[in-house]
């Protein structure tokens, strides 16, 4: 069975700081997407950034990066210079044939002034 | 914008009620979901749609079903609550399966 963790529970960092958030996944196939989602306080679940299993380039979105290593099966997500809206749950999640999405535990983010 | 919205934000019921938690999408998406969240587990699929009348049981089916009479609506029914039961639950939706999940605000049941 495929399983994602993320071994981070909450981290905290200082705003305009650079922060990684850390999830490995488990699974014997070879085509599938991974994801990082956001949950900031009392609002809604949001997309962060996306990644194919087959591109080999790291995907990025502004100051949202990841960072890809399919044989380690690794899919840690990169913030640079945090803000204070960056305060989140943030979730890492993996879709395989069946596109069913399996989520890890969450990292709760804390971005401090 | 893809808009998701849950019925309630709030709920609190007794233990043997029937509760019924509806989901709308506005976007005309085919695939929708029930998801539960709970610290420390992340969230657990509890069932899905992919199609007017189609479900599929997810990871925690027990205790609940769902009702999908119509595309834009997905409704969870937890037929006796249990004080199990009580935790946030979060709908979604998606125009296909390579597309990313919409979330609702979700809905934290408490059930006493």
């Known amino acids: 069975a495929q399983t994602v963790t993320q071994s981070q529970p909450e981290m905290s960092v200082q705003e305009a700081e650079t922060v990684t958030l850390s999830c490995t996944y488990d699974t014997s196939e070879n085509n599938y997407y991974l994801f990082w989602y956001k949950q900031p306080p009392s609002r809604q679940m949001i997309l962060v950034i996306r990644q194919e299993a087959y591109k080999q380039q790291n995907a990025t979105e502004n100051r949202f990066s990841v960072n890809f290593q399919k044989a380690a099966k690794s899919f840690s997500l990169k913030i640079s210079d945090s803000q204070l809206g960056d305060t989140a749950m943030y979730f890492c999640a993996f879709a395989g044939g069946n596109y069913q999405l399996i989520w890890g535990a969450g990292t709760k983010l804390i971005i401090k002034p | 914008d893809v808009k998701v919205t849950q019925s309630s934000r709030y709920l609190v019921k007794r233990t043997g009620e029937k509760v019924f938690l509806e989901c709308v999408q506005d976007m005309d998406h085919e695939n929708m979901f029930w998801y539960r969240q709970d610290p420390g587990l992340g969230l657990r699929l509890i069932y899905f749609?992919?199609?007017?009348?189609?479900?599929e049981k997810g990871d925690i089916p027990e205790g609940y079903s769902v009702s999908r009479e119509k595309k834009e609506r997905f409704s969870l029914i937890l037929e006796s609550a249990s004080t199990n039961q009580t935790s946030m639950y979060l709908c979604?939706?998606?125009?296909?399966?390579?597309?990313?999940?919409?979330f609702g605000p979700g809905t934290r049941l408490t059930v006493t």
């Open positions: 749609s992919y199609d007017v009348k189609m479900k």
């Open positions: 979604a939706s998606r125009r296909d399966p390579l597309t990313e999940q919409y």
